[in-house]
């Protein structure tokens, strides 16, 4: 049958291997900005073929919604399989039936009341933070590398919320070799990635890089393990008890083991969430926060005092304003179950569709001077496109911890702002970017902190 992606544009394609070469060996570094090539050399629908796979990159709002609203199309892509061993199928990777039945178990989690719940853990882990922040900046100059802190921030903060788990200054072991664990899967998905003959299991299996994926996963899996079976023990000996009444919050991870007594789903499958949750909510946060913070506050006449609720909005506007620039996944994939229309071609089963978020967020017709950071986008009442802003993607498959993660950002920004003031170490400077599982700077993020 004929192939309307065959009639796209893309970079050059060879018998048999396809345009996959032009990624071959490229570092994670430069990948994204292969990626960003496309749109302006081919315009906003891009073929790349490698083997047989038909893969569309679609950079347009319009395409955008078509694919994010698509209510069946909801499969991820090839790439994803890459952290499947880690992920297994949870929430972010399963599909179908699957999907829709763990979706349904997660989705009171995140219910307004829960989150309420919630800030208080915010809020204690916040001060942690601020407190472990004021040390370190007593020891020395005051210049900060903020990723780490923030890495424990974020993973602290989901492991006592979601799973009810306190890891505060917990330098156990464990801790710390999952942390790593997680920083080299990333990395070593992306370089599998680039590196075709590597796309074989068993192949990667023998290479020192499967190797060295394997030992990661093993800390990951029983640090995982762990969290489980510690919370399981608390879980069977008062769980019931204090569940039904209001006494404590419900963590996501009661409410798999209490659908595990249901027989809803079984342990194999509370390992996929917990894992899947503590990627999401650790990796989904960190680099966002404080490396933007560094250029607001470069720019000291609008330094906000975050106290007030007139002020709050500016912070939440500053917030969608770090994660257009700087979203999280930059590009999502899909694999194609059902064939579908995208305007006038015709996309078939089997064929892959990325959905370029960064690109599309830093449009210059939706976007003027899209470089330029500046909040007030967002408070200046100017209507939008619904699918011209989509961090948290859009559709059945949105992030389904959006607002977990915005209550968390606002008090993380809050105290700190009311705590330090902050100087960026260059004025203007903003980090180079590398596409890792989300997107990541590709150097320390350096920041002078000023108590106030
Ligand atoms: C700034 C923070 C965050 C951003 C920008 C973000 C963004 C996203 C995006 C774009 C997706 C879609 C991914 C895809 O289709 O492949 C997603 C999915 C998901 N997010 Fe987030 N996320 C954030 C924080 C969080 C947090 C804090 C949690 C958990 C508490 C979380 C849990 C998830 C899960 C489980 C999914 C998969 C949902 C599904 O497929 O049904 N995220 N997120």
């Excluded at 640090?223 to 919370?231: K, L, P, Q, T």
Aim: charged share 30%; with cysteine.
């Amino acid at each position: 049958e004929d192939n309307d992606l065959d009639r796209v544009p893309g970079p050059p394609k060879w018998p048999i291997i396809g345009s996959g070469l032009i990624f071959v060996g490229l570092p994670p570094s430069q990948m994204l900005d292969r990626l960003l090539e496309f749109p302006k050399k081919y315009g906003n629908r891009v073929v790349v073929t490698v083997l047989y796979r038909y893969i569309l990159h679609v950079y347009d709002i319009e395409d955008i919604e078509i694919v994010l609203s698509h209510s069946r199309n909801i499969k991820k892509n090839k790439p994803y399989d890459f952290i499947k061993p880690w992920l297994g199928t949870g929430l972010l990777i399963s599909t179908g039936s699957k999907w829709h039945r763990r979706r349904k178990i997660l989705t009171p989690t995140f219910h307004f009341d829960i989150l309420k719940s919630f800030m208080k853990v915010f809020e204690e882990k916040t001060k942690n933070l601020v407190v472990d922040l004021k040390r370190r900046v007593s020891e020395g100059s005051g210049v900060v590398d903020v990723m780490p802190f923030m890495s424990d921030f974020t993973l602290y903060t989901i492991c006592e919320t979601a799973m009810g788990i306190t890891l505060d200054s917990d330098k156990s072991e464990a801790t710390v070799k999952y942390k790593q664990a997680i920083m080299d899967i990333g990395q070593l998905v992306m370089k599998r990635l680039t590196t075709i003959w590597l796309h074989n299991d068993f192949i990667f299996s023998l290479h020192p890089m499967g190797k060295k994926f394997a030992k990661c996963l093993e800390s990951v899996h029983s640090f995982a393990d762990s969290v489980i079976m510690e919370r399981k023990k608390s879980y069977e000996k008062d769980g019931e008890v204090s569940s039904s009444s209001s006494k404590r919050r419900l963590a996501l991870l009661d409410l798999l083991l209490e659908a595990e007594r249901k027989g809803e789903i079984d342990l194999e499958g509370i390992r996929e969430e917990v894992n899947t949750f503590m990627f999401e909510a650790s990796t989904g946060l960190k680099e966002r926060i404080l490396e933007e913070c560094t250029s607001i506050l470069g720019d000291s006449d609008r330094s906000p005092n975050t106290s007030e609720l007139g002020e709050m909005k500016y912070l939440e506007a500053v917030i969608k304003e770090i994660l257009r620039i700087y979203p999280s996944v930059p590009f999502i994939g899909r694999e194609i179950t059902e064939d579908f229309m995208l305007g006038d071609i015709k996309i078939m089963k089997g064929c892959e569709v990325v959905v370029h978020i960064y690109d599309m967020q830093r449009r210059e017709d939706l976007y003027p001077e899209p470089e330029v950071f500046r909040p007030e986008r967002f408070l200046d009442g100017e209507s939008r496109h619904p699918y011209a802003y989509v961090p948290f993607s859009a559709g059945l498959r949105n992030c389904i911890g959006q607002r977990f993660a915005k209550l968390e950002m606002k008090m993380a920004i809050c105290e700190i702002i009311r705590n330090f003031r902050l100087e960026p170490l260059k004025k203007g400077a903003r980090p180079a970017l590398k596409a890792d599982l989300v997107l990541r700077p590709n150097e320390s993020i350096f920041v002078k902190f000023v108590q106030r």
